[in-house]
Every structure is written in C-alpha cells, then in structure tokens.
C-alpha cells in the first residue's frame, strides 16, 4: 500500500497535475510537490504526487514495474490489490 | 537475475561468512515483503541471515475497532463509506465492509482520498466518510483533502482517522525487547515523506542500523548488505541506499501539511494493542471534520480470533507457517486475519509465493528459511 509510482507530468493546472504512468495518464495532485512542472518525474500515491524524482530512477522503476505486470499471477481478488498494481487496477490508493 | 544483482549476492555471503553468528533483521514494510518473496530473493541469502516481517502492512495493523467502527458508520441509513480497496475485506467483529456493501450499505471505493471529498461534493445530502488508513506516505493525502474540504466548506465529509506512524512503532518493538533484531531495513515510500533522519532516534536509543532501500531486488540486496556491513563492523548508522528518491529530510511540504491538519496521538493497533504516540488525530480546528465525533460514535475494544497469530507474524515473533489456521482455515479467499487480507500481509504473501503445495504441506523448505 506504501508503494508509489514514478510518472511524468505531461499538463498543469493550479494545484492540478496531469501524469503519464507509461501509457496511461492520471489527474493528480501536486500540492505536496508545489515545485514539480511539465516534463519533471514525479512519484504518485493515492492521487498525489509526493516526491520528483530524476529520469533515469524513474525509468528503472518502471522497467521493475512492468517486469512484475508481466509475470505477477492474476490475484482472485480484483478490488484488494495494492499499490504496486494500481497501473491496471482499482481501488488502490495510486 | 542480473550480474550486479549476482555481485551482490555473492558480497553478502562473503560478509555473513565474517560475521558468522545468525544476523536477524527485520523488512519493516509490506511492499518490501511481498518484493522479496517475489523476487526470490529469500532464497539467495546466506543461511545465517534470518528476514522477519514487521508491522508495516497499514492493511493489517488497523485495529478492528477501526474495522468495527467503519461498519457501524456504514450501516447507517443515508451514509456513503469511501475507502482504498484495500481494506474491503479486512475483517471486524461482524464480517467486513465488502459483506455489508453486499447487503446494500453504500460502500464505494476510491484510489485518493480526493474522489472521496468529489463523492461528498456530488452527493451534498449524503454524509461522506472516509477510511483514513496508512503511514505517512499516504497520511500527507488525507491532511491536503481536509484542507480542501475546510476550504470548500464540504461539510458532509468527514474521515476516520486510522492513520499510523512507522517510528513509534519501530521503537515499540525495540523496547518490548522480544525479538532479537540486528537492524532495520526501513520502507522507501514512507521514507520519502519522513526523510532518512527520521529514524536517527532509533539509532540513537537502540544502536541499531536503519537502512532504507527501494523496493527492486538490487535495491533491496544493497540495503541488506549495507546492514549486515554495519553489523560486521559493529556500526549502527542510518543509512540512505536510496538517494535517488529519498533525501534526509523528506518532503518538506508534506510534513508541515501534517503538523498542520493532525496532532499526535496515542493509537491502537491490530494485534498489538495501543503504542504511544503512533497515530494522527485531527487537530482541534479541523475536529469537526472526524467522523468519530460528527456520529458521536465511540470506539469498541478488539476482540481476537483464537486461532489468529497476526499480532506474532508483523512483530517478527513467528512465521506464518507456525500459525494452525495459515493456508487450512485461514487463505485468502477466506482470511481470518488481516495479514491474509492485505495482498502485502505475510501471511498473503507466504501463501501466494512461499507455500510448499499440497494438502498439509505448510512448511517452508529449510534453504529459504
């Protein structure tokens, strides 16, 4: 539930952000990231961005997230899943 | 695996070798649980090398009278219940909130606590109320939304607290002194928010290395060799091997939302029982907006299965496969406690990657022990 995902802000709007999570985009908050602007990596958690964070860490973590949406197993429940799989799920406080 | 990963490995066994007695440490997060069990990298480590799990499943450490009060608010006429997925089927003392949305209540899931305050903006006759759940990653959230609402004048929105903080839980282990502990490999994501100073305390107190890591499994073998190097040099330190990330003072911003919006409080905590100072209430200018005292609604004691060792598991001092319900009475289509619950309890996560198959068969193989 503590895990964060990495993604890059493509659109702001006041406190507002918009990221793209590898494909997918995600409204979000930036005040706990009030310096973060188009084109800066951002660590998103439950609807916030809480951290920048630099390309490269960002990239690396997404190659780790999509090796484990890969193989992960599908989990019999669809609304317990957590963070880490929040890119394809609901319910996760992404 | 990757040579670096290989590398790594192979320098662990190396220092374990020097040490040579049996080094206890302790992965404090869930996340950091579920990435080792899937990553396999249980299984590399050198056999003196024990990992225990800690209380760092915010799913599994909210006390059932969190889960009992919940229900209670959701049963009542009118009221929409907004809560992370995640804590959907944790059970209280009269079944879960994903039985009661089953009977009708109105149980809504959300992935931020801004859709719930949206919910409370589209429904302005309906209470809104929200599962306040996890550490201080997820805390920051919470305290921005009741800004919002205190700003916006939503005041059909309220939040039940359950908030929880990493730290005093830490030492709380510490001090009860019953489970040898050689250091601390502390979560990345709450550590983001608090800063890798935050665990200086512990270091001070209980001379214990903290090392706080990402969740990738280079990531997690750098931490687990920069503690076994602290304790084969007989250092305790807090160290950061995840400065891409995490800075030692965490984010600024967030900290001061919470100073602002809580006030630290003594908390209770599943299986554990009340740890002082370990979760956030309210501050009293935005009282109003907490549940608890909007419904005027007190909260119950926890009342434990006879079969559950939850509380054992999260503090290290057994492994799930000692519990007699872990994978016959208790799996996770029908958990009996919240570790089973949560994708990141133990004792999920020991089911899902760590269960030697078969009708019985519960016991872990002695390499991955």
């Known amino acids: 539930m503590c895990l964060a995902v990495p993604g890059k802000v493509i659109e702001c709007r006041g406190d507002e952000a918009v990221v793209d999570l590898q494909g997918s985009t995600l409204r979000v908050s930036r005040v706990l990231t009030p310096e973060a602007d188009v084109g800066s990596w951002v660590l998103v958690h439950a609807g916030f961005a809480i951290a920048q964070l630099d390309e490269r860490e960002a990239l690396e973590t997404w190659d780790y997230l999509r090796q484990i949406l890969a193989t992960e197993p599908a989990d019999s429940e669809r ?16 | 695996m990757t040579d ?83 804590m959907l089927r944790v059970p209280g003392r009269s079944g879960s909130l994903e039985r009661l949305r089953a009977t009708g209540a109105q149980v809504q899931v959300v992935n931020s606590a801004r859709t719930a305050l949206d919910l409370a903006r589209a429904n302005p006759q309906s209470p809104v109320v929200f599962l306040g759940v996890g550490f201080e990653t997820t805390a920051p959230a919470t305290a921005a939304t009741v800004l919002e609402a205190d700003r916006d004048g939503v005041e059909n929105f309220s939040v039940l607290m359950c908030h929880k903080l990493v730290v005093p839980a830490m030492q ?77 003072d965490g984010n600024r911003v967030a900290l001061e939302l919470l100073r602002r919006v809580f006030v630290v409080a003594d908390a209770p905590w599943r299986e554990l029982g009340v740890i002082p100072q370990s979760g956030l209430e309210l501050a009293a200018v935005y009282r109003r907006f907490d549940a608890l005292q909007r419904f005027e609604l007190a909260l119950g004691e926890d009342e434990g299965h006879p079969l559950c060792r939850c509380g054992e598991v999260i503090t290290g001092k057994a492994e799930p496969s000692e519990c007699p319900a872990f994978a016959t009475a208790c799996d996770p289509l029908n958990p ?3 570790c089973m619950v949560s994708s ?15 009708p019985g068969a519960q016991r872990v193989p002695e390499g991955q022990r």
Not at chain 2, 31 to 37: D, E, K, L
Not at chain 2, 218 to 232: D, F, N
Not at chain 2, 344 to 358: F, L, P
């Open chain 1, 79 to 94: 609304e317990t899943q957590t963070t880490d799989q929040a890119p394809r799920g609901e319910g996760s406080p992404a």
């Open chain 2, 4 to 86: 670096r990963v290989a590398q790594l490995v192979d320098e662990l066994h190396g220092l374990c070798r020097d040490v040579g007695r049996r080094i206890q440490v302790m992965e404090v997060c869930g996340t950091h649980t579920v990435a080792i069990f899937r990553t396999g990298i249980r299984s590399l480590l050198p056999a003196n090398l024990r990992l225990v799990s800690g209380p760092g499943c915010p799913v599994c450490v909210t006390a059932q009278r969190h889960i009992d009060a919940a229900l209670e608010l959701a049963g009542r006429p009118g009221v929409i219940l907004a809560t992370y997925g995640d």
């Open chain 2, 172 to 248: 709380a282990l510490l001090d009860a002194g019953d489970v040898p502990l050689d250091g601390f490999l502390a979560p990345g994501h709450v550590s983001v928010i608090i800063g890798a100073q935050a665990y200086q305390p512990i270091v001070a107190k209980h001379r214990r290395p903290v090392v706080v890591a990402g969740f990738e499994p280079e990531q997690i073998m750098r931490g687990l060799l920069a503690l076994v190097r602290q304790v084969a040099e007989g250092r305790a330190a807090v160290e950061n091997v995840y400065p891409g990330v995490v800075t030692a």
């Open chain 2, 336 to 338: 009996i406690g919240p």
């Open chain 2, 344 to 358: 990141e309890g133990t004792c999920a996560a020991w089911y899902k990657y760590n269960r030697v198959q078969g």
